[in-house]
């Protein structure tokens, strides 16, 4: 008869540490070091213990963004497991992803350390060949995560995983990762007598002198102006920024790389997303979770004083930046916010100043917005399908709490102009190399159940994704998701490029661009074997239909592609 181990061991650390940091999901794509983690997660199923669920991924790149998405829907930390350094490497698109979104992630790969060489236990002949790593896996993530080393005895293995996840949520938050040797996690594990209850992440805030210095310079400046990136991605973001700004009637710029909903885009003070109209006049910005406030970033407006509000103003992911800040509020951005509205309403304002702001800013915001709406008129009977009636029609037919999660690169212009959302968490901006959005928006699906989802995908970034692995797992764990092919039949972005560094080249005079075409399928019909739905348009007049049934399907349960022909 077969042995039957009565013992706890480090899977069953990993899991206990897994719970006590509050993890809801398991996004994992296999490899053969797990067998002890699937042990522990196979015995809280036995013993119906509450815990993490396991979701089973069939690539790292769904894994990893699934845990993206879900994080910057809810906030909270999820656990990824890959296999060994190759999975890393798989997964590092999305491990990079959230470095440079600041999103709190733990990544958990497994190695060996005896190789066959113990007489006693063979960890299968593979970990001596091809999967191991001179100098740990963790080497291959360290440009890419804030923190990555390995843990090699069960003793420090359960404190070492808590610890790991515990610093992902620190301020900067970001990806963390600990390789565990298969030998720790068959290693046998005592449960301690008493857990440490893990407390919440801190959120460190400026003291009260820095936020009056602030408030003052906000009582004083006759053009005030907001420009932020990222507030939304606190769901008490957007109500911080709206507040401040309706008290003194600042106008608020979303950035030229906002990465979420900051504010809703109909309210009278959203003034868009360039900030360029401002760039003379502003005599005090506050850059609010703002990176790249404008670009190109040398030169800054020549009248403002500079104020960067934001939990660590310089990324350290980034090679270059240049905020030109005169004052930094280094803390809780959100709390940031509170505590100038706070502040502000102690003094006396000049509510006749704010009136006029206020009537200004209205009349400024619904010249943008009627702009829009003649400049998406004007696209509506355009044949080939044009891109701003795409996105307009998308606003016409989906209801008000569609999420939309956007990787697309020469139409998110267009994106942001004509497709609404003025909900919270209404937007998402895919951040960094392409081939993450369907993932991320099958993990954005995975936390806002009730509210559909739509992916809107250039057909380049599209092709990128694990697209069967997505349409896959979204059957499996029905996660039913409206995906908007934008198929200009190509990588018009790199047309772009080529164009502007060689205006006068030889592609140009004899019409050769070898880095643009795609010769692609017809997208809709890759979601058949997954029951899904599919639609392809080239019609400008059936889009309001095309949507209307995508999004019933959706309803229905199955995911639906929309591959849209356009004209650019
Ligand atoms: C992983 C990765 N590989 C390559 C690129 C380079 N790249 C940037 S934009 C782009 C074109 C994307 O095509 P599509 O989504 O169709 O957008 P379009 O340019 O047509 O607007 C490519 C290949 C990238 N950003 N990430
Ligand atoms: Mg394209």
Known sequence: MAKVKNYLDGG???????????????????????????????????????????LSCWHETLAVNLAGGYTAATGRMQAVLLHAGVGLL???????????????MLVMSGESVTYGADDGFDPGHQWIGGLSVVGGPNRLLEPITKWSNQVTSAATLYESVVRTGEMAQRTPAGPTYLSVPIETMLH????????????????????????????KLLLEAEHPVIITETIGRDADGVNALVALAELLS??????????????PKSHGLHQGFDFGPHFETADLVLMVRSTVPWYPPGKRPPKATMVAIDEAPYKGHMVYQSLHADVLLEGDAVASLEMLADAVGAHRVDAARVAERKSRWQAA?????????????????KSPIDPAWLCAALG?????????????????GAIRRHVPWSDKQGYFHVAGGLGQGL????????????????????????????????????????????IVVFNNNGYRAMKNNHLAYYPDGVAKQNDIYLGETINGPDYAELGAPFGGHGIKVEDPAALPGAIAEGLAAVEDGRTTILNVVLSH
């Open 12 to 54: 069953d650390a990993i899991l206990e540490a897994f719970r006590n940091l509050g993890i809801d999901y398991v996004m994992s794509s296999p490899g053969s070091e797990w067998g002890s983690m699937w042990e522990a997660l196979a015995r809280q199923k036995v013993e119906n213990a509450d815990g993490p669920t396991y």
């Open 90 to 104: 798989q997964g590092a698109n999305g491990i990079h992803g959230a470095q440079i979104t600041e999103t709190p």
């Open 250 to 263: 600042i106008p608020v710029i979303e950035g030229n790389v906002a990465q979420v909903a900051n504010m």
């Open 439 to 482: 993932g991320y928006a099958l993990g954005v699906k995975l936390a806002l159940k009730d509210r559909p989802v739509v992916s809107l995908i250039g057909d380049g970034s599209f092709l990128y994704n694990p697209i069967t692995q997505s349409l896959g797992f979204s059957m499996q764990e029905n996660l039913p998701i409206l």
């Open 365 to 381: 915001h619904d010249k943008l917005r009627d702009g829009q709406r003649s400049e998406a008129a004007a696209a509506r009977s």
């Open 188 to 215: 046998e594990w005592a449960r301690p007598e008493r857990l440490r209850k893990v407390p919440a992440a801190g959120r460190p805030r400026p003291s009260e002198a820095e936020i009056e210095r602030v408030a």
């Open 396 to 412: 016409e037919t989906l209801p008000d709490n569609t999420v939309y999660v956007d990787e697309t690169i020469t139409h998110r």
